[in-house]
């Protein structure tokens, strides 16, 4: 079902509902999701709900298709990117993403302590042995003597970083098809009980937060890497 | 009739232009100079009256404390920040300012702000286009640079105010140019804009399909242009002198202004021949002479054009795209006509770049576009639609001095985020958030934006009140706040102290100073032209009638010619420029056949309705002059 932004007879700009992302584009709750259709869409409303494009309207109409065309431009780009798109829809689940956790950044950095970042267990060592490499490679720096040899290394780890988060996208992938499922389950009128939800739920949250270290840590070593 | 007419204007640091949509086309409106670019120049008379353009440029030279150049780079920025600025350019702060102020320089004895200065040369344009279309002029598109912050971009809106114009929109330069280039196109792909001015730098990369003008992303540098070349061969032009002739000029504003002079000519000349002599008259009888040869000056510069490449490269990176997949640069800001410039992008893009487009005036013509399609648009424009994004990312300043960004950089605009807040202690009614714009981590490193004091909020146990804060960024790329407490569903108070811009009101009592005259002005000048008008077709008719032809006509006709000559001298001696305008196009239609009947192509050519001094209008547009009301639309 989708939102009404504007007037079916005379084609007007409605004021915005307050809807979340997927009503908006009038998509059900799934995470797989038809890129090239959402583009279109995003095309064909922007064209009709763009400030531009109603510049000679009444200031309340302004108003609006300012508020829709932002929406629209929000919802679009936060459904176009899985990461984002998943980490959406749990969001609207009612989850609160450790990585995402405002509040524990704002503690963390208040009090000074590290913050409390997931790491996948079957990771510790390497990501330990990395760190080192990292501090030892910013310390040969500063005295401007980089091992070539150490920068090697480094940069094929990064490599294989990359490449996991890529199969960790793929298992992403795969749970959507899960979660997918469930809720065609739900439209179709057959019961998903809370408790099935609430695993799915965890399950990507899990994928999530592996995959989302790698990234942070991809792109520390990028950081060191490039200055 | 067309309705409202909205003009594009590019408010350039070197040159301005106003550009309007005839018909398919944009075309620039001429000043009364017949010049299409009006240089961004203000001056101050002996009188204190404003001079703009052109006629300012002497006063750089001969009286240099009265007047002003580049003023663009002044503009949203603070004094703190602009002290690099002051060691380059002869920027007269003013003497009172205290800290935290916003920035006044010093003309003469008067002191402006840069919107204020922007102001006038804007009064300028707008002049031009209302003797261009007989009619006023009131709504306009203004462009900025793509990587104008936030305090830069308001900062040109209230320069569009306080001239008295309703700025319908911003657009961002390169954007500009792709709609001049798309519009003239028509094709689809992937276009870069390599845009470099005369003081500010501008890389953005766009999607162009079915009349959408999507960006990808954008980078830049707002402290980067022709200036900074200039700056350069002067400050080797000083330093030549004090070895060599052992004279501090530096000081000497005149000498230095002469000096940009001839710098600024040299730079020019040399993209088309290989050498060049400097040659400047000392105060003293001495001349300063020094041939640059463009190899020389090519090695000069190269450091300068070399700042171009980091952008590009983010630029690149941001939209994830490799040079090979850019199917066309295009080329914007007299910089680029410098061959070593063309070479890099050509190196850069592996290609070469796009140079049909003059880039003088491309800006200019796109904001036309856009004017056109806000007012409704035409059969041209009639599926072209922009989409933008902002430049920097948009962040809150939290616990620790580090920034949080919400809208990131590249975010298709108007786009918006969401932010939740809460009291920290028992009944707390302000809640205080600092608002930044860059991609740094710390606040500190950030541009500051405003500050925020969220007020009246209901009193409650520390913790409770849950804040909702909505900040938005518009089509013109300017951030608006607002914000409610949840629980109570009240909306909260928001103080916006901008961190380098005017007020409203201050912006307000600046209006109120030019706008009272403007009108009247408007009212003035068009009697005044009308007059001028009137005396030359009367001056024609005269000589008319001393013609051979004139012996041509019937009686009945000199009659009736001889009634609309009286009528036109009895209203050309009254107040009405509307009756007088009626009687000159009255008297038009009487005289054709005697027009047509005279072999002096000259004087025929007068009476057809233009003047003598309208038909030598140089390079101008095709459009009608308003005195050919039968070609208006």
């Known amino acids: ?227 | 009739m067309a309705p409202d007419r909205i003009v594009g204007i590019d408010l350039g640091t070197t040159n301005s232009l106003v550009a309007f949509m005839q018909g398919e086309s944009p075309v620039v409106i001429p000043g009364d100079d017949g010049s299409n670019l009006v240089p961004s120049v203000v001056a101050l008379d002996e009188k204190n009256q404003p001079v703009i353009g052109n006629a300012a440029r002497k006063y750089l030279t001969e009286t240099p404390e009265r007047a002003v150049y580049s003023i663009k780079r002044l503009m949203g920025r603070g004094v703190d920040d602009v002290q690099e600025e002051l060691r380059f350019f002869p920027f007269r702060l003013a003497e009172d300012l205290q800290a935290g102020e916003v920035l006044r320089i010093k003309l003469g004895e008067k002191t402006f702000t840069p919107p204020e200065i922007s102001a006038l040369i804007l009064r300028q344009l707008k002049r031009n286009a209302e003797r261009f279309f007989g009619a006023p002029v009131t709504k306009a598109v203004i462009t900025v640079p793509a990587y104008f912050n936030d305090a830069q971009r308001q900062a040109t809106k209230d320069a569009g105010r306080i001239a008295g114009l309703d700025v319908l929109r911003l657009v961002n330069e390169p954007t500009a140019a792709s709609l001049a280039y798309g519009l003239d196109k028509k094709q689809n792909g992937i276009v870069a804009v390599y845009d470099l001015g005369g003081g500010t730098f501008d890389i953005s990369i766009l999607r162009l399909h079915d009349g959408i003008f999507e960006v990808i992303s954008t980078n830049g540098d707002t402290h980067l242009g022709g200036d900074d070349i200039d700056n350069l061969l002067i400050t080797i032009a000083l330093d030549d002198t004090l070895g060599d002739l052992g004279l501090d000029l530096r000081r000497n504003a005149e000498v230095v202004q002469a000096i940009r002079n001839a710098v600024i000519e040299a730079k020019i000349a040399l993209s088309s021949q290989p050498s060049v002599k400097l040659d400047v008259a000392l105060p003293d009888g001495n001349r300063y002479l020094r041939e640059i040869t463009r190899a020389q000056f090519e090695q000069l510069i190269q450091p300068i054009i070399d700042r171009t490449v980091g952008p590009c490269k983010q630029a690149l990176k941001d939209a994830g795209l490799k040079p090979e997949q850019i199917d066309e640069v295009v080329l914007v800001g007299g910089s680029t006509r410098i061959p070593k410039v063309r070479a890099l992008v050509k190196e850069r893009f592996r290609r070469e770049p796009h140079t049909d487009l003059n880039p003088d005036e491309v800006v200019a013509l796109g904001a036309a576009v856009q004017a056109n399609i806000l007012g409704g648009g035409s059969e041209a424009t009639e599926n072209m639609l922009l989409l933008d994004v902002t430049p920097l990312s948009l962040g809150i300043e939290v616990a620790g001095g580090v920034t949080d960004k919400i809208i990131l950089r590249n975010s298709t605009i108007p786009a918006s985020a969401t932010q939740f807040y809460t009291t920290q202690v028992d009944g707390q009614a302000n809640v205080a958030i600092h608002v930044l714009q860059g991609e740094r981590e710390l606040a500190k490193d950030c541009r500051s934006l405003a500050r925020f004091d969220l007020k009246g909020i209901p009193p409650m146990a520390a913790g409770m009140a849950r804040i909702e804060v909505k900040f938005l960024i518009d089509a013109n790329g300017i951030l608006h706040v607002s914000a409610r407490e949840q629980r109570s569903g009240k909306e909260s108070e928001i103080q916006v102290q901008p961190s380098y811009g005017l007020t409203d009101e201050q912006v307000e009592s600046m209006i109120l100073d030019s706008f009272d005259s403007a009108e009247e002005d408007f009212r003035q000048r068009q009697v005044i032209e009308a007059r001028n008008e009137a005396a030359t077709i009367l001056a024609a008719l005269d000589k008319g009638k001393k013609s051979a032809a004139w012996g041509h006509l019937t009686t009945d006709e000199k009659k009736k010619i001889a009634k609309m000559e009286k009528a036109l001298i009895a209203v050309k001696a009254e107040d009405d420029y509307q009756a007088i305008r009626k009687a000159i196009d009255a008297l038009n239609q009487g005289t054709t056949r005697l027009a047509e009947l005279m072999m002096d192509s000259a004087v025929s050519t007068v009476l057809k309705g233009k003047t003598m001094d309208e038909a030598d209008m140089g390079e101008g547009p095709t459009a009608p002059h308003p005195m050919a009301k039968a070609e208006f639309e």
């Open chain 1, 1 to 227: 079902m989708r939102a009404v932004h504007f007037c079916q007879a005379c084609g007007k700009v409605q004021p915005p509902a307050p809807v979340d992302y997927f009503t908006f584009f009038g998509l059900p709750r799934k995470l797989n999701l038809d890129v090239s259709a959402l583009e279109k869409d995003f095309y064909d409303l922007s064209r009709k709900l763009h400030p531009d494009l109603n510049a000679r309207s009444g200031g309340q109409e302004q108003e609006w298709s300012l508020q829709q065309s932002s929406l629209l431009n929000d919802a679009h780009r936060t459904l176009k990117d899985p990461i984002k798109r998943t980490e959406y829809l749990l969001q609207l689940e009612g989850v609160e993403l450790e990585e995402q956790s405002k509040t524990a950044t704002e503690q963390a950095r208040s009090t000074g302590q590290v913050k409390k970042q997931i790491v996948p267990p079957e990771m510790l060592e390497e990501v330990f042995e990395l760190n080192m490499q990292l501090e030892e490679l910013r310390l040969q720096k500063k005295m401007g003597e980089d091992d070539p040899a150490l920068i090697e290394e480094i940069g094929r780890q990064k490599f294989e970083l990359e490449a996991k988060q890529e199969v960790l996208l793929r298992e992403l992938q795969e749970r959507w098809k899960m979660w997918d499922g469930m809720i065609q389950r739900e439209q179709n009128g057959q019961p998903v009980s809370e408790e099935e939800r609430r695993q799915e739920r965890d399950k990507m949250v899990d994928v999530l937060n592996r995959r989302n270290y790698i990234r942070n840590l991809v792109r520390d070593v990028s950081e060191v890497l490039e200055n």
